[in-house]
């Protein structure tokens, strides 16, 4: 079965930088969209940005203007640039994949914490 696993999270000042990359373990068909979510503790599961297959992109507002979502040369493969991180910030960041037929994928998600 395919998998997504994500990278790049870790622990940064607020006002720094991460780059997180998701990369899928093989191939996956009728990909309407690829996006991070983050949930944070206590929190619901919550939108950052998608971009579907024609290159839309779309963001929450809290994170407009700081986090940029792209798309990578190699099939399936999406990546979120985070500048000025902010300790609200601070959440478990998931790949997702949203399908036209099928089921969505999710990754296993990666640890992005923010000190201020």
């Known amino acids: 079965q395919v998998q997504l696993v994500e990278s790049g999270g870790g622990l940064v000042q607020a006002g720094g930088s991460l780059k997180l990359s998701c990369a899928s373990s093989?191939?996956?068909?009728?990909?309407?969209?690829m996006g991070w979510y983050r949930q944070a503790p206590g929190k619901q599961r919550e939108l950052v940005a998608t971009i579907t297959r024609d290159g839309s992109k779309n963001y929450a507002d809290s994170v407009k203007g700081r986090f940029t979502i792209f798309r990578g040369n190699a099939e399936n493969t999406a990546y979120l640039q985070m500048n000025s991180l902010k300790p609200e910030d601070t959440a478990i960041y998931f790949c997702n994949v949203d399908r036209l037929f099928g089921k969505d994928l999710w990754g296993q998600g990666t640890q992005v914490t923010v000190s201020s």
């Open positions: 093989g191939s996956i068909s009728n990909i309407a969209a």
